[in-house]
């Protein structure tokens, strides 16, 4: 896999539990020779909780990518016009964000930099993390499976016993997921055991 010259937006939201499977994908990336173009939430950026601290986290991420991290609206809005992006991945995607996303609403510094992205007809890219995936959520993912250059890293059900709605993206799987959604594919199957 040879992605010199690409440069990916790799945007965070709020799925704490999944930064550490999250950010080695990242490096696999920079190793691929992608220029990495790094936005979170505030949320994500801002937010000590027992999975780590958001210092550490965002610390990680300026060393992975040598940038500094696109944390406001205000930010992120020239990611369109200045067509800065080959490719946005949000990893994790939050239910909160699948949400907004199907809505069009554009008040975080990761929806804004989805719609600034996508304005310019290039794939964007949503690894789900959501306890509610398969219940509140699932309408959402369903109106982003139909829309135009919008892809999936193939996810399932992380733990059916015990939180039977939750799904999660197979984080494994997201460069493979990458490089199909920059030709314009589906990576498939889309539904997998995790």
């Known amino acids: 896999m040879d992605l010199s010259g690409i440069t990916v937006g790799f945007a ?19 190793k691929a020779g992608a220029h990495i173009l790094p936005v979170m939430s505030a949320i994500a ?6 999975f780590g601290k ?5 610390q990680r991420i300026r060393d992975i990518t040598g940038e500094e991290i ?13 067509r800065l992006l080959d490719i946005l991945i949000i990893a994790p995607c939050t239910g909160n964000t699948l949400g907004k996303l199907a809505g069009g609403i554009t008040d975080t510094s990761v929806t804004m930099a989805a719609k600034a992205h996508l304005r310019n007809s290039r794939p964007v890219v949503l690894a789900v993390s959501t306890n509610d995936g398969l ?16 892809f999936f890293v193939p996810f399932g059900q992380d ?9 999660v993206a197979n984080m494994s799987l997201l460069v493979p997921a ?5 030709m314009h594919r589906q ?8």
Not at 19 to 29: D, K
Not at 159 to 167: G, I, Q, T, Y
Not at 187 to 194: E, F, G, H, S, V
Request: proline share 7%; charged share 20%.
């Open 12 to 30: 965070l939201t709020g799925s704490f539990c999944t930064f550490r499977a999250v950010l080695p994908e990242m490096e696999n990336l920079a």
């Open 45 to 50: 950026a801002n937010t000590d909780t027992r």
């Open 54 to 58: 958001a210092a550490d986290f965002c």
């Open 70 to 82: 696109i944390t406001t609206v205000q930010a992120a809005e020239p990611i369109g016009p200045g």
């Open 135 to 150: 219940s509140a959520a699932a309408k959402n993912i369903g109106v982003l499976l139909s829309r135009k250059n919008h």
């Open 159 to 167: 733990d059916p016993d015990r939180k039977p709605a939750s799904l």
């Open 178 to 182: 990458t490089e199909a959604a920059l």
């Open 187 to 194: 990576l498939q199957p889309i539904l997998t055991r995790n």
